[in-house]
């Protein structure tokens, strides 16, 4: 029987490069994102994909998404936690509160609900377990210029993963993180026409196909379940991350 995975943030970018990856390798896929549109460009043509809205921020919407699940295939092999947005760079006093609010409400908030979801549907199926991959970032590790509310809440989904790789031992749930750099999409495309530095300049960087996280993340998916991938880097090769700043 073909594994399931629920891919968020799926009708774009990142998440549509992996949900069709997945999609391509065999696995039965649901996508969910605050559109139903798009998640239905990134299905189209394949059979084993389950589109389902979810706003991720709204408790009883990221309910219903894990009844449809349920509901459909009876269990869940894989998260792929990947729905978040950004803020404009500004310094932390220009940054609205509104703003902030926006960001932690996404890139926490629907983290930790998305993946209380999961965790609740592997731990009580049968057979138990899964696996829990969350989508960080390279500010997870160092911040760009004026990025207050991103490299938090990036680094609160650190947390995140380190407390469900703990808590979910007992019941075969694995969870691992991955912190990805400059990876071509309609977010990053800024990149090619120069972002601001650590020293103050501009700068053009360099960036990577998508599809190469989408390989990573089917890599992690695909482990045994006595073998994980704590975190995993991809990115940019020329990228400024080691030495940035």
Not at 130 to 138: A, H, K, P, V, Y
Request: charged share 20%; aromatic share 6%; proline share 5%.
């Amino acid at each position: 029987m073909s594994k399931t995975i629920l891919i968020t943030g799926a009708g774009s970018g990142i998440g549509r490069a992996t949900a069709r990856r997945f999609l391509e390798a065999g696995w039965r896929v649901a996508l969910t994102g605050r559109r139903e549109a798009p998640l239905h460009e990134t299905a189209h043509g394949y059979d084993e994909a389950l589109v389902q809205s979810c706003d991720v921020t709204d408790p009883a919407s990221v309910e219903a998404l894990f009844a449809a699940i349920e509901g459909k295939w009876g269990r869940l092999d894989a998260l792929f936690n990947n729905a978040g947005t950004n803020a404009p760079g500004r310094p932390i006093d220009e940054i609205s509160v509104e703003d902030w609010l926006r960001v932690c409400d996404t890139n926490i908030t629907g983290m930790f609900l998305v993946a209380r979801g999961a965790f609740g549907l592997m731990r009580r199926q049968q057979p138990q377990g899964g696996r829990i991959i969350n989508n960080g970032s390279i500010s997870a590790h160092v911040p760009r210029p004026g990025s207050a509310p991103y490299t938090m809440s990036k680094h609160a989904v650190t947390g995140l993963t380190r407390t469900l790789s703990l808590d979910g031992r007992p019941f075969d749930i694995a969870c691992g993180q991955i912190d990805i750099g400059n990876a071509l999409t309609d977010m990053a495309e800024a990149m090619t026409r120069g972002v601001p530095q650590a020293d103050g300049s501009t700068a053009v960087e360099a960036v990577m196909d998508v599809g190469h996280v989408a390989d990573a993340v089917l890599h992690m998916a695909s482990l045994p379940p006595e073998a994980n991938v704590q975190f995993m880097n991809v990115m940019a090769t020329k990228m400024p991350f080691i030495g940035r700043g």
